[in-house]
C-alpha cells in the first residue's frame, strides 16, 4: 500500500522514527505538529521529495478540519504522556488525548485509514501474574489511562480503523525521551551506577521503538486481514518485573541494584500482556532488550540532559 499520510505529532518520540519508515515505504508523508518539545526532530527529512511539515495544534478543529480530507491515512499520534503531567495539565490532557482524535474519528471519511496508538497503561494493577489479553477489561486508574481509552472507544465507533495498544516503548530516537523506564534506568545506570528500584515485583511488557514503526507498515501491508480490530503491541518476551530489568541492564553496565519501598509509583502498572493476536497475522519483533540498551548507552554518550522528556 502507498498514498498520502497525515501524522499528527509527527516530530515527537515515535512519530520522528515512523516518518522514515513510512517514507522508505513510498508514502508520502504530511507531518503536523506544534513543535513543543523539538525543533529539530525532523530535519533530517527536509530534503526528501514526499515530506511535508505544517506547524499546527490539535487542539486546532477547524485547522484540522482544513486539513484531513487530504490523506488516504491518518495516524494521530499527539498526546500528553503519563500520569504526572496529564493530572498536572487536566483540560488539555482531555483535549490532546481524547477529544482531537474524537474529532478525527468523527470526521473522516469511510475511506479513510485511521490507525490509532493507545497504551495498554489502561489495564491498571492486576495481579502481575494472569496473562491480559485484548478481551481483558480495561481498568485504566490514571487520567492518562483513562483518555487514551475514551479515545480507543471513539476510534473504534469509525470505519477502517486499527488499535493498538502499546507496551512500554524503549529505544533511541531524533526525539529522545529520558522518562521512559528502560530509557531513563540506563541513563541512571551510566550517570549513577546505582539503580533504585521501588514496586520491583510489578511487572510489565516492552517494546523496542523500531518494531513500533515495523508494526504500522505492517498494519498498512497487511490491511484488509489487520482492520477493524485492537492488538496488544508488545513483545512477548518481554513480559518483565522492574527487578529482572534491572539486572539486565546490569549485565551491560555494572551498578548496585537498591530495592526500596518507601516510594511508589503514580501510575500503578503491573500486568502481563499477550500480542499473539497480532503475532497470528504474521507480525514478529526483531528487536530485543540487549539491542535496545546497547542503543542506549551509544545515545547516551552524546545526551544526558532531562529536557529530553514529556514535563
Known amino acids: 500500500m502507498t498514498g498520502k499520510v497525515f501524522l ?13 519508515y513510512l517514507l522508505d515505504e513510498g508514502y508520502k508523508v504530511t507531518c503536523f505538529d506544534n513543535l513543543l518539545y523539538d525543533k529539530t526532530s525532523l530535519l533530517a527529512y527536509c530534503n526528501h521529495q514526499n515530506f511535508d511539515f505544517i506547524k499546527g495544534d490539535v487542539r486546532d478543529f477547524e485547522l484540522l478540519k482544513k486539513e484531513i480530507s487530504k490523506y488516504d491515512i491518518i495516524i494521530p499520534l499527539s498526546a500528553l504522556v503519563g500520569a504526572p503531567l496529564c493530572q498536572k495539565n487536566s483540560t488539555d490532557a482531555k483535549l490532546v488525548n481524547f477529544e482531537h482524535v474524537k474529532y478525527l474519528a ?7 485509514l485511521l490507525l490509532y496508538n493507545n497504551s495498554n497503561s489502561g489495564l491498571g494493577e492486576t495481579d502481575g501474574k494472569s496473562l491480559a489479553t485484548e478481551e481483558t477489561e480495561f481498568n485504566p486508574i490514571s487520567l492518562y489511562g483513562k483518555t487514551k481509552y475514551l ?3 471513539a476510534v473504534r465507533e469509525s470505519e477502517n480503523h486499527l488499535v493498538f495498544r502499546l507496551a512500554t516503548i524503549f529505544g533511541g530516537s531524533p526525539r529522545p525521551r529520558n522518562d521512559l523506564l528502560i530509557n531513563n534506568l540506563v541513563l ?3 550517570k549513577d551506577r546505582v539503580l533504585i528500584v521501588y514496586e520491583g ?4 511488557n516492552y517494546l523496542h521503538i523500531r518494531d513500533v514503526c515495523r508494526a504500522f507498515i505492517f498494519a498498512l ?5 489487520c482492520k477493524n480490530e485492537v492488538y496488544n503491541l508488545g513483545n512477548d518476551n518481554l513480559n518483565m518485573s522492574k527487578l529482572d530489568l534491572c539486572k539486565k541492564i546490569n549485565e551491560h553496565i555494572p551498578v548496585e ?5 518507601y516510594t511508589s509509583d503514580a501510575d500503578k502498572r503491573n500486568y502481563r500482556v499477550s500480542s499473539q493476536k497480532f503475532y497470528n497475522k504474521g507480525f514478529r519483533c526483531e528487536y530485543d532488550l540487549d539491542d535496545g540498551i546497547k542503543e542506549l548507552i551509544q545515545m547516551y554518550k552524546m545526551i544526558d540532559v532531562p529536557q529530553f522528556a514529556n514535563y
Do not use: F, P
Open 8 to 20: 499528527d505529532g509527527g516530530a515527537g518520540y515515535i512519530g520522528s522514527v515512523l516518518v522514515g
Open 106 to 112: 468523527d470526521n473522516k471519511s469511510k475511506d479513510q
Open 151 to 153: 479515545a480507543e472507544l
Open 188 to 190: 541512571r545506570a551510566l
Open 201 to 204: 515485583h510489578y511487572m510489565r
Open 221 to 225: 501491508d497487511n490491511w484488509d486481514t
Open 257 to 261: 541494584i537498591v530495592e526500596t519501598q
